[in-house]
């Protein structure tokens, strides 16, 4: 199984700014811009691919698993040239015709994380 992480580095600015006044009424103010970084991105992608006919399989990714985030997104590519976007954790996906395909699954949580994985699928009757 393949994973490809994207940690892009996000930057969150903050502006502190300190106000001083002494007893006799002067006032001053003295202001600075911060920036500090996200957390790291930390997302696992997981899936399993559950034959359920001869073309038909059902995949599972409720092992995919983020650490202080949540995943708000997955998109499926059964490797049939055709996907599915949305969220669904266990979409069940009839091949139209048996064969080789190569699924991938990628995810993206609220934090701004994505990561990928990607594995075959065999549909073929057994002899």
């Known amino acids: 199984m393949a994973f490809k992480n994207k940690h892009s580095l996000r930057i969150s600015n903050f502006t502190v700014i300190l106000y001083l006044k002494t007893k006799l009424g002067c006032e001053s103010k003295y202001a600075i811009t911060i920036q500090l970084p996200n957390p790291p991105c930390t997302v696992q992608v997981q899936f399993s691919a559950e034959r359920m006919g ?8 409720s092992l995919s698993a983020t650490v202080n985030d949540s995943i708000v997104s997955r998109t499926w590519k059964f490797g049939d040239n055709t996907s599915l976007a949305g969220n669904q954790v266990k979409p069940v996906k009839e091949y139209p015709i048996q064969g080789a395909y190569t699924v ?21 009757d057994s002899k």
């Open 54 to 61: 001869p073309k038909k399989v059902q995949f599972n990714s």
């Open 104 to 124: 991938c699954l990628k995810v993206k949580t609220t934090n701004g994380c994505e990561a990928e994985a990607c594995k075959p699928v065999i549909l073929q």
